[in-house]
């Protein structure tokens, strides 16, 4: 059994204006990022809110996905991983493994998710991360084993912190637009403009 955590309480605070509410050929980041993960079979589907969670609810409230709520989003994301897996465990306790994605990476499709997951079932890895930029980082499958150590993240640590704990036993998929980095509407206006010769798109 294979759950997928979107984590979308961000307060994009540089930006000005809710991140995950942004248009990307037709549609916000938000509910693009939802139908990527509506397009997959899995057993859990989990979207975490926090800043605006309102006006995204409202976004989202047609879309067949699971919300909930994180008060304490201010925390940082560690909040928002902890919040998100103990619900998904408490719904599944014997959930195999969970995919960690953003709702700021448009170029995420379900085949990206989709390898993910099959290279876990094939290897076993306990951590099978996205490569971009020369780093390793989500979407990323984490397996039950990891899990203990995603539930005590704090502050603004986000998963991608733990996966060097896993070097030598971990896998990964390429993603070369994974790196994408929006954190101003200059950034957005920019890449909307030349989403390809953006700043972390290659």
Known sequence: MIGILLL??????RLGQ?????????????ERSIQTILALD?????VVL?????EISSEIAS????????HNWDEGMASSIRMGVNYMLQKKP?????????????????????????????????????SYQDVLGVPALFAHGTFYK??????DKGARSIIPDYQELLQFVSFPKGG?????????????????QSPGIY
């Open 8 to 13: 979308a309480a961000g307060a994009s605070t």
């Open 18 to 30: 809710p991140k995950q509410l942004l248009q990307f050929q037709g549609q916000s980041l938000i």
């Open 42 to 46: 899995v057993t859990e589907r989990v």
């Open 50 to 54: 926090g800043a605006h969670a309102n």
């Open 63 to 70: 879309l067949p996905i699971e919300t909930i709520i994180n």
């Open 94 to 130: 014997n959930l195999e493994a969970i995919v960690l994605m953003l709702c700021d990476q448009p170029f995420v499709t379900p085949d990206l998710l989709n390898q993910l997951i099959q290279i876990y079932e094939q290897t076993a890895a306990p951590i099978v991360a996205s």
């Open 150 to 155: 995603l539930l005590a993240l704090k502050g």
């Open 180 to 196: 994408i980095d929006i954190d101003t509407i200059e950034d957005y206006e920019k890449w909307l403009v030349a989403p390809q």
